[in-house]
C-alpha cells in the first residue's frame, strides 16, 4: 500500500564502522520539523540484496527472488524517498546501486531528495546519483545538501559522530531541499 505522507530515508552505506545511520537519522529528525510527514528510515544493511539476482530485466519481467518482492513492497510505501549517501571515490556506494537496480516502476514518479556527505560534501556522488534517479523516472529536489566532514571525522573512521554539530553548516541546506520536497509531494499524485 502507498502511503503519500511516508517518507523513506535509505541509509546508502553498508560499511561496518560507517557512520550512515546517524547522519540517516539526524536528516530525518530536521525532515520531521519541515515536513508534515511520517519517516521511516530503510537501512540498506536490513536488506541484504545480492548484487544483481534477478534474472530477468527489472524494468520489463516479473520479480522472481522473494527479496527482490519485499523490497518492491517496501518502496511502494513511501510518497517519496530521501537518500543519504557518502562519497566514496567521487561516487556513491554499490550496495545502493544494486538495490536501486533490483526495481524500476516503483521508484517512478516519486519526488525524491539526495543528501550526500563526505570530505568536500559529495557532489560528485550526488550528481552521479541524480543521473540515475532520473533514469528510474524519480523526480528529484534541485538543492542536494553536500555535508563536509572534518578530516579529523574521515581518519578517525568511527561510527560515532554528533551530525547535529558536526552539518551545523549544512542545516540551511537541508532544509530548503526538505521545503522543496514538501513542494513536491503535495503536488505529485498518489502513484
Ligand atoms: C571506499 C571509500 C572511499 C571514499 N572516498 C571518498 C571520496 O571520494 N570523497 C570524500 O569526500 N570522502 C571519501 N571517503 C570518506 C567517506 O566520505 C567517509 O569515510 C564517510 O564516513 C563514509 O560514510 P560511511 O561511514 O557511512 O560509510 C571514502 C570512504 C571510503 C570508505
Known amino acids: 500500500m502507498i502511503h503519500a505522507s511516508k517518507i ?26 519541515c515536513v508534515p510527514a511520517q519517516f521511516e528510515i530503510v537501512d540498506l544493511k536490513d536488506w541484504p540484496l545480492p548484487m544483481d539476482d534477478e534474472p530477468g530485466i527489472p524494468a ?3 520479480y522472481v527472488q522473494s527479496h527482490t ?25 554499490a ?3 544494486n538495490a536501486i537496480d533490483h526495481l524500476y516502476k516503483e521508484w517512478g514518479g516519486k519526488p525524491a531528495m539526495i543528501v550526500t556527505y563526505g570530505g568536500h560534501g559529495g557532489g560528485k556522488c550526488a550528481a552521479q546519483l541524480r543521473q540515475v534517479l532520473e533514469a528510474v523516472h524519480m523526480a528529484p529536489v534541485a538543492t542536494m ?3 563536509q566532514l572534518t578530516r579529523e571525522h574521515i581518519e578517525a573512521n568511527e561510527g560515532a559522530i554528533d551530525p547535529g554539530l558536526a552539518f551545523a553548516g549544512g542545516l540551511g541546506a537541508l532544509r530548503q531541499a526538505f521545503t522543496e520536497l514538501a513542494a513536491a509531494i503535495a503536488i505529485t499524485p498518489p502513484v
Request: hydrophobic share 40%; glycine share 16%; proline share 10%.
Open 95 to 97: 550496495p545502493l546501486k
Open 8 to 33: 523513506l530515508v535509505i541509509v546508502g552505506s553498508t560499511r561496518a564502522k560507517r557512520i550512515g545511520p546517524q547522519v540517516a537519522a539526524w536528516v530525518a529528525e530536521v525532515g520531521g520539523g
Open 60 to 62: 520489463g519481467h516479473p
Open 69 to 93: 518482492k519485499a523490497w518492491s513492497r517496501k518502496i511502494s510505501e513511501g510518497g517519496a524517498v530521501v537518500f543519504v549517501t557518502p562519497q566514496y571515490n567521487w561516487g556513491y556506494p
Open 145 to 147: 545538501p553536500a555535508l
